[in-house]
């Protein structure tokens, strides 16, 4: 009998430190705007994301053709001068919520160290950041903010066009977790 209750804890204990929560609705937004000039702006409500409670590791994966813009033929020129979404057509994020607790969770955003490895146009480069956590009834919240530079995914920006785009580029992240069974 002892047995028996050892090896059912050990299997309770063993599925909660495999518990995830996920998300295929996730959104990204990045603002490339510079002042005076159209708005350079982009929204993909279609981020999968991933994370495993027991570690604090994040994953999320994107189809660059999803993000979408108010003009149609920046959207063109998006995909197919800058991000050559047909070759490369994905950005991914590997990385880990430094000291995450499920037990800490709460209504109230706790903020987290956020490293990890973006993947952009084939290319990776570590990225660090924070991100704010919370619980919302079964849901997780995650909200990140990171700014990227586009030479550091080999994005080249036309000289015509260059004093148009921001040097830097401003992701937003915001993802609504739900625990994957």
């Known amino acids: 009998m002892k047995k028996l209750l050892h090896l ?19 959104t990204t937004d990045f603002k ?3 002042e005076a000039f159209e708005p350079v702006e982009a929204k993909s409500n279609s981020t ?5 409670v027991d570690s604090g590791e ?11 813009f108010k003009v149609a ?10 991000m050559d979404s047909d070759k490369f ?7 880990k919520l430094e000291g995450f607790n499920m037990s800490d969770l709460s209504s109230t955003a706790k903020e987290y160290n956020l490293t990890g490895t973006l993947t952009v146009r084939g290319k990776a480069k570590e990225v660090a950041t924070t991100a704010k956590v919370s619980k919302n009834g079964d849901k997780i919240m995650v909200a990140s903010f990171l700014s990227v530079k586009p030479q550091d995914f080999g994005i080249e ?3 015509i066009v260059r004093e148009k785009i ?7 992240l915001n993802y609504e977790l739900i625990e994957k069974k």
């Open 32 to 34: 490339a705007s510079v």
């Open 166 to 172: 921001a040097k830097e580029i401003n992701i937003t």
């Open 157 to 159: 920006i036309p000289s």
């Open 73 to 82: 033929l920046m959207e063109e020129h998006f995909n197919e001068n800058y």
């Open 8 to 26: 059912c804890l050990f299997l309770a204990v063993g599925t909660v430190a495999a518990q995830k929560y996920y998300t295929k609705t996730g």
């Open 48 to 52: 999968t994301a991933v994370l495993k």
């Open 89 to 95: 057509p994905k950005a991914t994020f590997k990385g």
């Open 58 to 68: 994040l994953a999320a994966l994107l189809f660059i053709k999803s993000f979408h």
